[in-house]
């Protein structure tokens, strides 16, 4: 199926990409690690781990707030907000974008996140009752717990008043973003949309609920090699923070003010299983069957894959599960089609996961790189396609699927290709 010739004023294409993660923050710097293979992942310094058994994750440790936002404010904004309001200004600066001079009704975003202020705000919250009771307690701590709390700073931030709206679906929440900003900007409501997600649960409360659910791995030392998706030694993720947005826009729009077009969004697709909150459906149906309607509402035929951008977690279920979708869309061809996990370096932040995805997807279109899977060395039968083990690799890239998977069963895939 060939490249289908659209109105420019309904295709939607990435303008921008702000990224702020534990190994890098800033395009640039998060590109040269996933593709060099450098973990961000260490031993978790911001706390005490010594109640929880996992005691490592990906921290980001040289991000400022104030860098971003005023100082008074940024000292009394929750963490996830301030993480996302650095990546929505840095994904504006990429596009050559001066939030001052926006229409602000024709401006908006879409946030996404799996666990909103339960991090960092809900230790502060847990702490101070602890010590003090509810005296004294922020009067703005509720509205900075609440999801929407980084769509709201985000728009307080930089000024716009155009659509809005947060996106819970976990680790989808980023992918659902930018499908729905894309539908905003092809019915002529706004002009430019910012999609994006955060997560600042690398906490005590965040940790410690999901050691309980045994959902995080028992490898601790060294750190650097507890993920390690697709692996027979697999046991689990490693917890990352952090955030990722992108600025997208109509192709006219990004054209008539001469903007660099990183890529453009074709289809998506999101579906569930409805199986179980926590365990995945060991099948993969589900996933193939999103898979397949993105690529339908996409015009993409399943042979013009270049690259899978993976979900790859280390989590045995959910590994295998991936393996098995894309197995069935693709046929024999499964086994030519690189698929790889940034999540093997970065971690695993739930709703920033696909926009650090997407993020890498556009940089390979870009470069020709694709980014490696990292410490994969004991093949598991059930994991057999080629996941770039260990070393970037040179390829074209023209066309990429970006595949996630939320806890409760949600998948979502977005196909994207190189702008012509």
Not at 104 to 133: E, F
Not at 187 to 209: D, H, K, Y
Not at 346 to 375: H, V
Request: hydrophobic fraction near 40%.
């Amino acid at each position: 199926m060939g490249l289908v010739l659209q109105n420019p004023r309904r295709q939607v294409v990435i303008t921008g990409l702000g990224v702020v993660a534990p190994n890098g923050i800033g395009r640039d710097a998060f590109w040269n690690a996933i593709v060099e293979g450098r973990s961000g992942i260490d031993w978790i310094t911001s706390f005490d781990t010594s109640e929880i058994y996992c005691k490592i994750g990906g921290e980001v440790r040289d991000f400022d707030a104030a860098d971003y936002m005023p100082a008074k404010k940024a000292r009394r904004t929750g963490r996830f907000s301030s993480l996302a309001v650095a990546a929505a200004r840095l994904a504006m600066e990429d596009a050559g974008l001066d939030a001052g001079n926006l229409a602000p009704y024709r401006s908006g975003a879409i946030v996404g996140t799996t666990m909103a202020g339960l991090g960092n705000v809900g230790d502060d919250i847990y702490h101070h009752l602890a010590q003090h009771g509810i005296k004294g307690l922020d009067p703005l701590s509720p509205s900075q717990v609440s999801a929407h709390a980084a769509t709201a700073n985000v728009f307080i931030e930089l000024g716009m008043k155009g659509p809005n709206s947060t996106t819970g679906s976990g680790c989808v929440a980023s992918i659902d973003a930018v499908a729905s900003c894309a539908e905003v900007l092809r019915s002529g409501r706004a002009e430019v949309m910012i999609a994006g997600a955060s997560e600042a649960c690398l906490s005590l409360v965040g940790m410690s609920v999901l050691c309980a659910q045994k959902v995080l791995t028992h490898h601790n030392d060294p750190p650097q090699e507890a993920s390690r998706p697709y692996d027979n030694t697999r046991d689990g993720l490693v917890l990352s923070e952090g955030s990722g947005a992108a600025v997208l826009e109509t192709a006219a729009h990004a054209m008539e003010r001469g903007a660099r077009i990183y890529a453009e969004v074709l289809g998506y697709e999101a579906t569930t299983e409805a199986y179980h909150l926590l365990l995945a459906d060991p099948s993969g149906d589900e996933l193939a069957y999103a898979f397949r309607k993105a690529l339908l509402a996409g015009k993409v035929g399943a042979d013009e894959i270049d690259y899978i951008s993976a979900h790859g977690i280390s989590n045995r279920q959910y590994d295998t599960a991936e393996t098995k979708a894309v197995k069935m869309v693709l046929g024999r061809r499964a086994y030519n089609v690189p698929m790889s996990s940034i999540k093997s370096s970065a971690g695993q932040p739930f709703a920033p996961g696909g926009m650090w995805q997407l993020l890498s997807a556009c940089m390979s279109m870009q470069t020709g790189m694709i980014p490696p899977t990292i410490n994969y060395r004991t093949r598991d039968p059930e994991c057999d396609l080629d996941y770039v083990p260990n070393y970037a690799r040179r390829a074209r890239v023209d066309t990429v699927m970006v595949n996630s998977h939320s806890v409760g069963g949600t998948h979502g895939c977005l196909i994207v290709r190189k702008f012509e």
